[in-house]
């Protein structure tokens, strides 16, 4: 994170991004404990933006509130969480993906076609290197954010943005060696083809063969 993309942030959101960075980067590992008094001298910040952004985070789902204990990163999921999380995308991004495509413009799809190019681009490297990761995760949660946006029901696409930090947790679980993004990678692409032909039945069919194939590379089925 730079310095010019930071000036103009609040300095909530600017804890949010770093703190939201380290969890996926590894830096800080599931479970840790996330003292507030140690942190604001870590990172050089009162305690009031730092408690509203692990707050943020707290409603994300990557973080959890510990009774007397203060804050901690959230705990790896479990196969059971990986299954229901699964079932409730299967719910929903089917369906943004079809009214997406019935809504596509040449602004959006350009918008999509670059996340799809970042996320190739990080497919090889993902499994590799730290860096490689953290393009992927960034990459693919845009390219499912920029879908919902485009889906045209608002409520829709706030149960989806309720869903995103388990969904974060999600990613971090698949952590490196096991992202599975190079099969991902021509999976994002179905996705857009569809989308660009306008066909709502395909975009559809072919973002659950997404969803569906992310959690069984997970588990190697």
């Not at 692990?54 to 196969?79: D, F, I, K, Q, W």
């Not at 990678?185 to 066909?199: K, V």
């Amino acid at each position: 994170m730079t310095e010019r993309n930071t000036a103009k942030q609040p300095i909530a959101d600017q804890m949010y991004t770093v703190l939201l960075h380290q969890f996926m980067s590894g830096e800080r590992g599931a479970g840790e404990s996330l003292n507030i008094g140690a942190l604001s001298r870590e990172l050089d910040v009162s305690q009031t933006p730092l408690r509203e952004a692990l707050a943020r985070l707290e409603h994300t789902g990557l973080v959890e509130r510990v009774a007397l204990r203060g804050y901690r990163v959230a705990p790896m999921m479990t196969r059971t969480d990986v299954q229901q999380l699964l079932e409730a995308r299967l719910v929903l991004e089917p369906r943004l993906a079809h009214d997406a495509a019935l809504r596509a413009t040449p602004e959006f799809l350009a918008k999509l076609r670059e996340s799809l190019t970042e996320f190739e681009r990080s497919a090889e490297a993902a499994d590799m290197e730290a860096e490689g990761f953290n393009m992927y995760w960034r990459s693919d949660d845009r390219f499912h954010n920029l879908i919902a946006e485009q889906s045209g029901n608002r409520f829709l696409e706030l149960a989806y943005s309720a869903l995103s930090g388990q969904i974060q947790r999600f990613r971090l679980f698949s952590k490196l060696g096991r992202t599975g993004a190079r099969h991902a990678a021509p999976e994002h692409n179905a996705i857009f083809e569809a989308i660009a032909a306008g066909d709502g039945d395909a975009a559809a069919e072919a973002m659950r063969l997404h969803v569906s194939g992310a959690t069984e590379r997970l588990f190697g089925v």
